[in-house]
């Protein structure tokens, strides 16, 4: 069982930063696969980022590409989400993500491949 918290949300104003956090505590977290997904009032959840367990492979969603970098420590069991050039549109909770992988490099990019969710961070950008 993995638990996970996520920290660092707030209000920010466009074209501004946030960082988020994702402390995970439980089993390995060395093994684990994970991702982070968004859920705007009123939408489906949808993906932001993924990273291997490894930390050497990422993948973004083309709307936040250029602009949200994905790292892990697996020393810490955590994860960051560097969000730089806010948009309002990138107004949503965020929730992270793990999954157990065999690979070091596997990527998982959808919602049901991932077992253990965090309670979700609310991010709210201002115009």
């Known amino acids: 069982q993995v638990r996970l918290v996520e920290s660092g949300g707030g209000l920010v104003q466009a074209g501004g930063s946030l960082r988020l956090s994702c402390a995970a505590s439980?089993?390995?977290?060395?093994?684990?696969?994970m991702g982070w997904f968004r859920q705007a009032p009123g939408k489906e959840r949808e993906f932001v980022a993924a990273i291997s367990w490894s930390g050497a492979s990422t993948y973004y969603a083309d709307s936040v590409k250029g602009r949200f970098t994905f790292s892990k420590d697996n020393a810490k069991n955590t994860v960051y989400l560097q969000m730089n050039s806010l948009k309002p549109e990138d107004t949503a909770v965020y929730y992270c993500?793990?999954?157990?992988?065999?690979?070091?490099?596997?990527?998982?990019?959808?919602?049901?491949?991932?077992?253990?969710w965090g309670q979700g961070a609310q991010v709210t950008v201002s115009s």
């Open positions: 439980g089993r390995t977290f060395s093994s684990y696969a």
């Open positions: 993500a793990a999954e157990l992988v065999r690979g070091p490099d596997e990527l998982l990019l959808r919602i049901y491949e991932y077992d253990y």
